[in-house]
């Protein structure tokens, strides 16, 4: 415990734990400790308090609060990437899933981070990831999220991903979705998406808006349905339009009847470090902040 992370980090352990003394926690205390901090700072919090009160912090966030608001606490605890393996576990919980949650964290990462959720969701949990997707997608969706879970993104390479391939892979979706007679082969299109990198995606929907009319955009919101589409559309956004797509996604867990809390948490706390952007984009889209939109929709701590 006297390697530390520097003094600052030392203080807001402290207080987190004078703050969970006793009986009932002093929530304002906590949040103020954990909440203005960025993903590193976080990190540096989780192992430091364990080090210094032999308590993981993310079991004092479960001990201490109740229903979402002990959800967002316990995520902030956590490093960010066992954050979001805790994420999947929240959304397959129960009967049936929150397919937007696994779709916005499964699709449209990059290799790296897709890797990095698979070896830490065994590493918390001793179940393989896939093995969970499994039980719990079918179809088109299960084909999307495995499509994505292979971290088979090319790394881009202009004397590869040339004008022409661009060309030949818009000509194979259209024949493949809205050129095809009968039905969709979406295990295709799947495979063409998730393996090209972002700057031949949008060569991509560029080709096929001067040949076909639409944007890769509209025309798999023409051709797709229901989750699938949303999943499929929310990759291609990652790829091309990121902070507008998390916008969206924000916005999707407030819309209709009563908020998507799940939903809204994962994406609050994982883009944190975008956020400056993503409210910009916000804004632009939407005439509304982030903040407004938060308060509007959600009560209490």
């Known amino acids: 415990?006297?390697?530390?992370?520097?003094?600052?980090?030392?203080?807001?352990c402290q207080t987190i734990f004078e703050a969970t003394k006793?009986?009932?926690?002093?929530?304002?205390?906590?949040?103020?400790?954990?909440?203005?901090k960025d993903a590193n700072e976080r990190w540096k919090l989780s192992r430091r308090y364990k080090e210094l009160f032999d308590k993981p912090l993310d079991e004092l966030m479960k001990k201490e609060f109740k229903g979402d608001f002990k959800f967002g606490m316990?995520?902030?605890?956590?490093?960010?990437?066992?954050?979001?393996?805790?994420?999947?576990?929240?959304?397959t919980d129960g009967v049936g899933c929150n397919i937007a949650v696994v779709y916005s964290i499964m699709c449209g990462r990059t290799n790296d981070e897709i890797n990095r959720v698979k070896k830490n969701y065994f590493k918390l949990y001793t179940k393989d990831l896939g093995k969970l997707m499994s039980s719990e997608l079918?179809?088109?969706?299960?084909?999307?999220?495995?499509?994505?879970?292979?971290?088979?993104?090319?790394?881009?390479?202009?004397?590869?991903?040339?004008?022409?391939?661009?060309?030949?892979?818009?000509?194979?979706?259209y024949q493949k979705g809205q050129g095809k007679w009968f039905g969709t082969d979406e295990k295709s299109i799947f495979k063409i998406l998730c393996a090209a990198p972002p700057q031949h995606i949008q060569n991509i929907s560029?080709?096929?808006?001067?040949?076909?009319?639409?944007?890769?955009?509209?025309?798999?919101e023409k051709e797709l349905s229901g989750n699938v589409r949303d999943g499929t559309v929310f990759l291609l956004g990652m790829k091309m339009k990121p902070f507008?797509?998390?916008?969206?996604?924000?916005?999707?867990?407030?819309?209709?009847?009563?908020?998507?809390?799940?939903?809204?948490?994962?994406?609050?706390?994982?883009?944190?470090?975008?956020?400056?952007?993503?409210?910009?984009?916000?804004?632009?889209?939407?005439?509304?902040?982030?903040?407004?939109?938060?308060?509007?929709?959600?009560?209490?701590?």
């Not at 088109?140 to 892979?169: C, I, W």
Request: aromatic share 8%; proline share 2%.
């Open 244 to 301: 507008e797509t998390i916008a969206k996604l924000i916005k999707t867990a407030c819309a209709g009847i009563g908020t998507d809390e799940l939903l809204l948490t994962c994406c609050i706390i994982r883009y944190q470090m975008v956020m400056k952007d993503v409210m910009a984009a916000h804004i632009e889209l939407f005439g509304k902040s982030v903040h407004d939109r938060v308060r509007d929709e959600c009560g209490g701590k």
């Open 138 to 173: 079918r179809g088109d969706m299960e084909r999307l999220v495995f499509n994505s879970m292979q971290a088979g993104e090319e790394t881009y390479d202009p004397q590869y991903h040339t004008k022409d391939l661009a060309t030949e892979h818009a000509e194979a979706i």
């Open 74 to 91: 316990t995520c902030l605890a956590m490093p960010l990437d066992e954050a979001e393996c805790y994420m999947l576990k929240k959304a």
């Open 22 to 36: 006793g009986w009932g926690a002093n929530a304002q205390r906590v949040i103020d400790a954990l909440a203005n």
């Open 206 to 220: 560029d080709v096929y808006a001067d040949k076909y009319g639409y944007t890769l955009f509209k025309a798999m």
């Open 1 to 12: 415990p006297d390697e530390g992370f520097g003094t600052d980090i030392d203080e807001d």
